[in-house]
């Protein structure tokens, strides 16, 4: 008997949510915006024309290289009074370590940033639409300090997917970039690890969020003649489909009194 009243209970739970859905539905309309390719690729062709290429400093590491030239130099001091070797001597390795700082302080300034590029070795910056995922290869090129060798520059290309969320209390649709794979030319084997750790850092900490779509700039205010009153809309909720080559996104608006 229990589990028949349970069962009871249930089925009217689900009644009630289907008709508070239903009900829902009726009071909201939905609009579809559909994002393909070839806007993307045009966006960011007029963002490399007509604007300064995006970067993201990474002059804030420099602290890290300080330390770890500090530790060399007391390593070497230490290796140098424990050898009695003659090619092994305090005052050669200060000799040295002096030289290397010189040139380093003397060569022009290092930029230490990451910029994206439009088109790196053939892969250029975009945003592709592929079995119901969101993959954006990114090109770039940058700079960066090690201690004792001085100024590296690199380039090469990310390969990231985005994830789609909505923030419906700022009303965005957002995308969150996470890279998959970095590919690195133009170091000359110097720091590659470190420079794709660089890279990821970049895009997860400072690309993300990307901002996709802001719903309320889609929604207007309605006058309504004789009644007294105008009526907003205000987005309810959002859904997205990926095709091959497009994004559809989903919009459903509620009318609110203004």
Partial sequence: MKKFYAFVFFVLMFANFAQAQRQQQQ????????????FFD???DAVFANLKAP???IAEN??????????????????????????????SFATEI????????NSPACDETIRLQREIDGVRTAVRFRDGKIYAPVAFAGSYNPPFVGCVDFQGYAEANV???FDKSKQILIGRAKVLNVVLSGT?????AFITKLVQGAVDKKFNPLQILQTDKLSFVIPIQN???????????????ITNGALNVYIAYEFVKV
């Fill in 227 to 241: 009644a007294d009153g105008a009526l907003r809309m205000r987005a309810t909720g959002v859904r997205t489909e």
């Fill in 188 to 192: 000359n084997g110097v720091g590659s």
């Fill in 27 to 38: 009071r909201t309309a939905e609009i579809t915006v559909s994002l393909n390719e070839r």
């Fill in 42 to 44: 045009v966006l960011l």
């Fill in 98 to 105: 002096a030289n290397r700082k010189s040139k380093i302080e």
């Fill in 62 to 91: 420099g602290s890290k290289f300080k330390v770890q030239s500090s530790k060399f130099e007391n390593g070497v001091r230490s290796a140098a009074n424990g050898v009695q070797s003659p090619e092994f001597t305090k005052s």
């Fill in 163 to 165: 994830e789609l969320d």
């Fill in 55 to 57: 970067s993201f400093p």
